[in-house]
């Protein structure tokens, strides 16, 4: 790379230590010294201790100080514990010069936990992204190269154009790794790829590492005799086309997003398929019979598991009229075809697992509200839907290669990651990637006001109770943040609002590239933004210093997610860094959370005693709870067996070549 001359000049220089000022270099040794056995606290201390040393260095100085610390570990074999210390000390300084901002003692300690391959819990707005940069910048030491991984293309990029400046100045090569596969995109990932740093989403890792293995696959081997005519002729042998040229280090951002709420479903790559002409006509002719079918008389539903069951008077109905089924069209059952359809009709709903863009079926993602154009669903799934919205029908693709997120990211020789809320799964980070959770205390206390949950018998009259507490804020001029589980909500509240004649915003996956604008806007007085909880990660909301003389920003969480952590993430974009704020919590018997998983529960509330405007008491809250947890668990044990399914056909695969 680039620098990679002008370093190894430098040993000489670093054995006389010529090239620093005074005595700093006995005072690194002798603060290096020793590293492991200390604490994070002691190693803290002896950061701080190097810092107005570092300040006297000239710019020079202080990158020839990082080109010690390279030859140290590439050249002298030392290990990255021997040089933490220093190397948070000249990428503490640096960051000072080239952003402004000084790393605060707790992002210190968060980079200390994520330097030993553990999980940083940091609270939202506490700055992890700039957290990021320490470890980045010890791992980068070692050459490997360090993938840098975030939960969508909007925040890597936003984190890479925030690091460049401190990783340019010290001659760190940094990389964007750009979305999707194809000769166009070849160049700008392997390049991206050789850098020592690079910045990219977390499922596009996967699927380039899926490429490569598939490349791999693919290339002719030629065997002894073509190795050796290549060496004979003094040639290197070309070996298969691939961008990514190793898994030494990952830095997760939002970790517990990317390894358990994105681990229900794995990395798929499929190839183009050599559909017959017309096939169209099987999803078209399974929709029609699907809406000639039954509720109970033919199929069941169990909402739970999202799976629908024919009775065998439904099963009868399937070949009522065989000269309807377009056989010749037909690339799996026939009953499949019309189990997808059905569940297209009841099932998946659009604004809520899908939006329909520009005559295109846009799956959404159910934890962040974001929309992937690319993603589709399995099996004719993506196809039966397609149908019943009377869109375009897409041919479907071949599955080339498949594989679980658990699997992918245990490749790493090490993998780190920080999140607002890893208490919750410590064991289940501990059990598929044996890396603790770390608690990282706040850098000020919070002043975050958190009010009693509010149960309400419908969601009508939620949605009303909404209504009046935005009213009620909105008059006071406290900035309001909504959010919501889905797209449907929103709009479902936006509605409410404007009959009080409320001027706010609405933030949909319809809106997705203006996120940044209106969310910067969402701390100001008087602002009142309804978004889907993808506003709970990773974009800064600021506040005015008269919102916070109002009482900060106020959070409405409405409706309980499947996991509690999503609900505290939300919760977790006020009250930052010490300011004001306030959060509570809204929820109705008619509830996703309730109907799906427990809808015993859901009536049992229907039949409680609630106030003129449909409230209950707060007690039932409990309930919510409890169904929440058991919703956790379930979930769990599925990743669980799918990790193990993934494993026991990996296992196979290797008896069956041998």
Known sequence: MAQSNRKVTLASQYDRGAFLKGKFVQTAKKLSRKQGGLSDKEKLSRINKLGAQMEALSDEELRDASDVLIERVRLKGESLDDVVITAFAILREVSRRTTGLFHYDVQILGGLGLVKGGIAEMATGEGKTLAVSLPAYVFSLAGKGVHVVTVNSYLAERDYEFSKPIFDFLNISIGYLPEGGGVEAEGAKKAAYDCDITYGVGYEYGFDYMRDQLAIMKHPDGGPGETLRFAILGLERPGPDVAQRSLAYAIIDEVDSVLIDEAGSPLLISEASKDLEGFEQAYLAAKRLAHDLVEE???????????????PAGKRE??????????????RPWETYVLNALKAIYLF????????????????????????????????????????????????????????????????????????????????????????????????????????????LDHESMYEAIGEEIARLNGLGQPVLVGTRTIKDSEAISEVIETKAIPHQVLTAKQDQEEEDILSRAGEVGSVLIATNMAGRGTHIGLSDEAKDLG???????????????????????????????????????????????????????????????????????????????????????????????????????????
């Open 297 to 311: 008389e033919h199929f069941s539903i169990d909402y739970n598991k999202r799976s629908i069951k024919l009775s």
């Open 318 to 331: 399937l070949f009522r009229d065989r000269k309807a089924v377009p056989w010749r069209m037909l690339r």
């Open 349 to 456: 709903k659009r604004d809520e697992q899908y939006v329909v863009d520009d005559d295109a079926v846009v799956i959404v993602d159910e934890f962040t509200g974001r929309p992937f154009p690319d993603r589709s669903w399995r099996e004719g799934q993506h196809q039966a839907v397609e149908t019943e919205e009377g869109v375009e029908i897409r041919a479907e693709g071949e599955s080339s290669a498949s594989m679980t997120r658990q699997r992918f990211y245990a490749l790493y020789d090490r993998i780190c990651g920080l999140t607002g809320t890893g208490s919750e799964s410590a064991g289940e980070f501990w059990h598929f990637f044996q890396v603790p959770v770390t608690p990282i205390p706040f850098n000020k206390p919070s002043q975050r006001i958190t009010k009693p949950e509010r149960v309400f």
């Open 552 to 658: 900060g920003l106020h959070v409405i969480a409405v409706e309980r997610n499947e996991s509690s952590r999503i609900d505290r993430q939300l919760i977790g974009r006020g009250a930052r860094q010490g300011q004001p704020g306030s959060a509570q919590s809204f929820v109705s018997a008619d509830d996703y959370l309730l109907k799906t998983y427990s809808p015993e529960v859901a009536k049992k509330l229907k039949q409680s005693r609630a106030k003129a405007n449909g409230e209950l008491s707060s007690r039932h809250s409990q309930l919510f709870d409890k169904v929440q947890a058991a919703v956790e668990r379930e979930r769990y044990e599925g990743r669980l067996r799918m990790a193990e399914r993934d494993e026991w056909m990996e296992d196979t695969k290797a008896t069956l070549a041998r």
